[in-house]
């Protein structure tokens, strides 16, 4: 297949954390198809210094911003400002590195996980939310985290041992307290996958038998081998169109299936794992090169 020539003259850059400075296993698979498709690929580490005119950069490992969030923030504008192109884009990167962006979704009818936003410094504690909603476990999360960075999860009759945690968190920005459903542990959380405002493929997420986090560094494991039903498809899709940015070159919708449906965890417009293999890579790579 021929590409236009215009498009080789770009360098494409797939931004990293310097923790991550050779690439995660999926990106260097990236690398390599847009490589075998003639164009200049490389990784970016985020917070080094770079020539960004002509260049094209994707954000894909930066899983150190939400340590950084304003910098983070002000690097993606910089990359616009100094002749670069940025995807997912500045605007879409802001609106979505803050976990309110949940209560914007819920307020145009996506249903998302029963959460109180208990914004920075507020005199509220654990126990009033439990008493206030009747919930019999929680969930703790700042509204910019990854990673479950600071999550832990407490049954109502244990969130005393957690009071100082909950106000420590609580003055670095706004938390959210979420009511724990079951259904992780049994159904496990469905990541689904998105280019260009598109379904491409999807992922199951299963928690260790001793923890909730879903996530490698906790234990958790990965089925890429599922097929969602298509009612969960839709969800999803529905969901993803919901935010501002819903045709952004990647996204990835996080999920819960239960008894009411899908209940959206994150949509992730920023740094997600998207679960990548030969034939989903391709694609990926295919609308990297439609974005040019």
Same mark, same amino acid.
């Given at each position: ?5 215009a ?12 923790? =991550?400075?050779? @690439?995660?296993? #999926? ?7 847009l +490589?075998?498709?003639g164009?200049?690929?490389?990784? @970016?580490? $985020?917070?080094?210094?770079a020539?960004y005119?002509d260049?094209?950069?994707? *954000?894909r ?10 910098r983070?923030? /002000? $690097?993606?504008?910089?990359? !616009? +400002?100094? %002749?670069?192109?940025? @995807? ?11 976990? &309110? ?7 145009? !009818?996506?249903?998302?996980?029963p959460?109180?936003?208990v914004e ?9 939310i439990?008493d ?5 476990e929680?969930v ?13 999860? &407490?049954?109502?009759d244990?969130?005393? &041992?957690s ?7 609580? +003055?670095? %920005?706004?938390? @959210?307290?979420? /009511?724990?459903?079951t259904d *992780?542990?049994?159904?496990?959380e469905?990541?689904f996958?998105?280019?260009? %405002? *598109?379904?491409?493929?999807a ?9 909730f986090r879903?996530?490698?560094?906790? !234990?958790?494991?990965?089925d ?8 969960? *498809?839709?969800?999803?899709?529905e ?5 501002p940015?819903?045709?952004s070159?990647?996204? &990835?919708v996080?999920?819960? #299936? ?5 209940v959206?965890? =994150?949509?992730e417009?920023?740094?997600?794992a ?7 890579t ?7 090169? %439609?974005?040019?």
């Open positions: 297949m021929n590409y236009p020539s498009n080789r003259r770009t360098r494409i850059a797939l931004a990293t954390c310097e923790a =991550e400075r050779a @690439l995660t296993n #999926e990106d260097k698979i990236l690398m390599q198809q +490589r075998t498709m164009f200049r690929a490389e990784p @970016l580490i $985020w917070t080094s210094d020539d005119q260049m094209l950069v994707v *954000i490992s930066c899983w150190d911003y939400h340590l950084q969030p304003a983070f923030l /002000q $690097w993606t504008e910089s990359v !616009g +400002r100094n %002749g670069g192109k940025l @995807l997912n884009p500045a605007s879409t990167v802001r609106w979505n590195h803050d976990k &309110r962006y949940l209560r914007e979704l819920q307020a145009k !009818g996506v249903r998302v996980a959460t109180v936003w920075s410094n507020a005199s509220t504690t654990l126990q009033q439990v206030e909603t009747g919930w019999q929680i703790v999360k700042p509204a910019i985290s990854a990673a479950a960075w600071q999550t832990f999860r &407490r049954h109502r244990d969130v005393h &041992r009071e100082s945690s909950f106000s420590e968190i609580g +003055r670095g %920005g706004c938390v @959210l307290v979420q /009511q724990f459903l *992780i542990l049994i159904q496990g469905w990541s996958v998105f280019f260009n %405002g *598109i379904y491409s493929h992922a199951l997420r299963h928690p260790a038998q001793s923890d879903v996530q490698r560094e906790f !234990g958790g494991f990965v890429c081998h599922v097929r969602p039903s298509p009612c969960l *498809i839709d969800a999803a899709t969901a993803l169109r919901q935010c940015d819903a045709a070159l990647y996204a &990835r996080d999920g819960i #299936e239960t008894n009411e449906g899908l959206i965890v =994150e949509i417009q920023i740094e997600p998207l679960f990548l293999d030969d034939q989903t391709a694609r990926f790579s295919h609308a990297i090169l %439609g974005a040019m």
